[in-house]
């Protein structure tokens, strides 16, 4: 397989005059696309599969099982930039050809396909997975084989790779500036925790407990937590009745969410009386629970699909285009759509496919077309990115009731929050 | 013993020979490592579907919840790992250096004291072997006993397997929860991670495989194997002979789940990490499909229709990523439609009466002598 990609056949004399002759005629029917395009051997020292016009990438989410509903979205978003880019050109002149694995939403699965998408197939980045199960079974493979990963989904933090692109946001840039919010436009003193029982609740709620308690002085009432998949939601909801919290701070994912609102409204807990934000709900899980279930609770969230500026109009333009106009954007969507730009600048930055040069260009990475609007990746390979509020309505869309003034630093180690 | 017996004794021994070379020597030769070590990760299932040959396929006692013993003996083996990944040097950036990094993020200051013995690999082995052997037959004990047979069982052993996922899940600062335990690195300071540290590590479990599947048969070659035969075909009468079920019982029970264990502590080291979808409900029914598709009479085949499964599973999904279930299906249902008893059953059915005629007619002049009842040696 190297010696492949490894340089450019020796050829004989006439072959060379033959070749020369040949990309003589190439340079005059295309000018433009071969001054773009520099040797394969240049852009490629590591054996990557990237040939003279084409680079192959890889896609790793779950086509099957239960995580399909929610992965969906990512996969669409990350084929339809793949798309953009090929049309405008490609990356430093190459199509991408997208090899696609299915992870079946079992971790297991995860770990042998990008394994084999490394180890076999030679892909030079990997768009792909979604829980974070999925990225820990993953993770030592790719740091391993030394692959390139554009993770989307916003997460738990405590975690920084070389190997790693974090295209969505860790804990803190989607909780800490969400609460001063609520302390500051909508008075809120207490403060009832609630999310289901993994790693990335737990983790967000233990620092929004230290944000509440240490920094804003305010009081957390209750702290609960579900089995993945809990459907009853009673007892939780007797204890919010008894506590009274100015605020309910919600992590409930999955299928567990649709119950959880659907209980809540059955109990009488509605916007007009109670406030809740919620980390975990998008445009993706309000189409499952049902818009008038949701009405008027707020999402902390970086992108909604509603957010108004040009570059937000032409992306849903185009994927509502090449998805039916039903379909829904929601924050992960938006977070998978920058993975292949972000890859193909600092490729371009880079002036190579070679893993190390790319991971070294990536910080400082700019997307200018970014439907959240503008991003820079950090240092630490995380998104500088802006964090929103938006107010459910009945018909599932969020409007934006608020928008951080500044782009939040991504902080995947908070101190004083362990 | 009789000429008839000498000779299935020594087709056996074929059978398994063949199957060794496959592995050991065929297989390594065509393959590159990143195939051979997914081939080392399906045979350690292969272990568990060898011990529901023994189970179900001899032992009568359809068990629902193998994954539970695979998934104990695959957490034993990634807790000692995990403990030697997570010295206080790589853990530094941590709260408290020197625990496992989930249990960090959960808030654990130090070590639970049920993770203490599996600092030391002597006692980690131990308990691969133990924790499941332990836990069947506890359970066994307690059905076997009262006369719980049958479908009841079969519930049962999925309701532990339910349980004990939900467990896994729920105390995820002892275990990880829904990540599993991800992550290892190096056994005893070597790297499992490396080209070499597969290849050893898939010429093991071959190894292994061969020697559990010997005495295996060995098993079914003794009184223990016949009497296990008659009890699941006419429990009452070996009942009525004097013979404890129960016990015989327990002991097949315990033993499938040994198998299991090792099986999840071998795919544990070739992996590099161990998830609690193993234990699960639906994991377990696929090792049970693994079984029925080799021949559930068969420990040869079960190996078979472990690799014949998961090869296609692989196959099917890199080929066709939005199809490959559907395929998958039409692979069980073509087995079950076609070939009830399995891939050993299409080797009983068609290949060896074809190779037995072609012995015979060079036999001919030296007819083998027919002497006494091939059935009792």
Request: charged letters at 15%; proline letters at 5%.
């Amino acid at each position: 397989m190297t010696s492949m990609f490894a340089g450019p056949p020796r050829m004989s004399p006439r072959r060379h005059l033959l070749c020369s002759f040949l990309s003589a005629l190439l340079l005059a029917s295309a000018p433009a696309l071969h001054a773009e395009t520099p040797a394969t051997a240049k852009v490629n020292t590591t054996g990557l599969a990237v040939a003279d016009t084409e680079v192959t990438v890889g896609q790793l989410h779950s086509a099957t099982g239960t995580m399909a509903i929610s992965e969906t979205g990512s996969i669409q978003a990350e084929q339809l930039a793949i798309d953009q880019i090929n049309a405008a050109g490609g990356v430093l002149g190459r199509k991408i050809k997208v090899i696609k694995e299915d992870g079946a939403s079992d971790w297991p699965t995860f770990a042998e396909k990008a394994k084999k998408l490394l180890v076999n197939d030679h892909v030079a980045a990997v768009f792909g997975c979604w829980t974070s199960a999925s990225r820990k079974a993953v993770l030592p493979i790719f740091e391993k084989e030394n692959g390139m990963l554009y993770y989307p989904t916003f997460y738990e933090g405590l975690e920084q790779s070389k190997n790693v692109v974090y295209t969505g946001q860790e804990a803190t840039q989607q909780i800490l500036w969400s609460l001063d919010w609520a302390k500051k436009e909508k008075k809120a003193k207490s403060f009832f925790l609630v999310g289901s029982d993994y790693i990335w609740p737990r983790t967000s709620m233990k620092i929004a407990r230290k944000h509440i308690e240490n920094f804003q002085k305010g009081k957390v009432v209750g702290e609960e937590y579900y089995p993945l998949g809990n459907t009853n939601f009673n007892s939780l909801i007797n204890k919010i009745k008894i506590a009274k919290p100015d605020v309910i701070f919600a992590a409930v994912v999955g299928g567990s969410n649709v119950a959880f609102y659907k209980q809540l409204k059955a109990a009488g807990i509605t916007a007009d009386k109670q406030m809740l934000l919620t980390l975990s709900v998008t445009e993706d899980e309000a189409l499952g629970i049902g818009g008038e279930n949701l009405a008027g609770f707020f999402s902390s969230m970086k992108y909604f699909e509603s957010l108004d500026n040009d570059n937000n109009k032409k992306f849903v333009t185009a994927f509502k285009a090449k998805y039916g106009p039903k379909s829904v954007i929601g924050d992960v969507t938006q977070a998978a759509y920058l993975g292949p730009w972000i890859w193909k600048a600092a490729v371009e930055k880079a002036g190579s496919f070679d893993v190390d040069k790319v991971a070294a260009a990536t910080p400082g990475i700019e997307v200018k077309i970014a439907p959240e609007g503008y991003v820079k990746v950090h240092q630490n390979h995380h998104l500088w990115s802006r964090a929103r509020i938006g107010m459910a309505q009945a018909d599932g869309q969020f409007k934006v009731v608020a928008e951080s003034p500044e782009l939040i630093e991504p902080n995947p180690f908070p101190k004083g929050y362990q | 013993m009789n000429a008839c017996f000498e000779r299935a004794f020594a087709s056996r021994h074929t059978a398994l020979i063949l199957l060794m070379v496959l592995l050991a020597v065929v297989l390594p030769a065509s393959l590159d490592i990143f195939r051979l070590n997914l081939v080392g990760k399906y045979l350690s299932y292969a272990f568990v579907a060898v011990g529901l040959v023994m189970l179900w396929g001899y032992g009568g006692i359809l068990s629902l919840g193998q994954g539970v013993y695979f998934g104990l003996g695959g957490y034993c083996m990634a807790m000692f790992l995990k403990l030697e990944a997570s010295d206080p040097v790589s853990t530094r950036i941590q709260s408290t250096p020197g625990i496992p990094d989930f249990m960090d993020w959960n808030q654990l200051t130090e070590l639970p004291l049920l993770w203490k013995p599996f600092r030391h690999l002597p006692l980690a082995m131990l308990a691969v072997i133990l924790v499941p052997a332990l836990l069947a037959f506890v359970l066994g004990v307690a059905m076997f006993k009262r006369r719980v047979s049958g479908v009841y069982f079969a519930i049962m052993t999925q309701a532990v397997a339910l349980i004990l996922s939900v467990l896994i899940i729920g105390q995820q600062g002892y275990t990880g929860g829904v990540n599993g335990i991800t992550d290892l690195k190096t056994l005893l300071g070597w790297d499992i991670r490396s080209d070499s540290a597969h290849y050893i590590l898939y010429f093991t479990t071959v190894l292994l495989l061969g020697l559990v599947i010997h005495a295996c048969q060995w098993v079914q070659q003794s009184k223990l194997g016949t009497l296990l035969l008659a009890m699941r075909d006419k429990e009452d009468r070996v009942r009525f002979s004097g013979y404890d079920v129960a016990s015989f019982r327990t002991f097949v029970f315990c033993l499938a789940a040994i198998l299991a264990a090792l099986g999840g502590a071998m795919f544990t080291l070739q992996v590099g990490f161990m998830s609690p979808s193993f234990v699960g409900i639906v994991p377990s029914i696929e090792l049970v499909i693994f079984t029925a598709v080799g021949g559930r009479m068969s420990l040869v085949g079960a190996v078979y229709g472990t690799l014949l499964v998961n090869l296609g599973k692989t196959y099917f999904s890199e080929s066709f990523p939005d199809l490959w279930l559907f395929l998958m299906a039409a692979l069980f249902i073509g087995v079950v439609m076609a070939f009830p008893d399995g891939l050993a059953g299409i080797y009983a059915t068609s290949v060896r009466p074809w190779l037995l005629r072609r012995r015979t007619a060079a036999l001919v002049a030296a007819p083998v002598p027919q002497d006494g009842n091939p059935a009792s040696p």
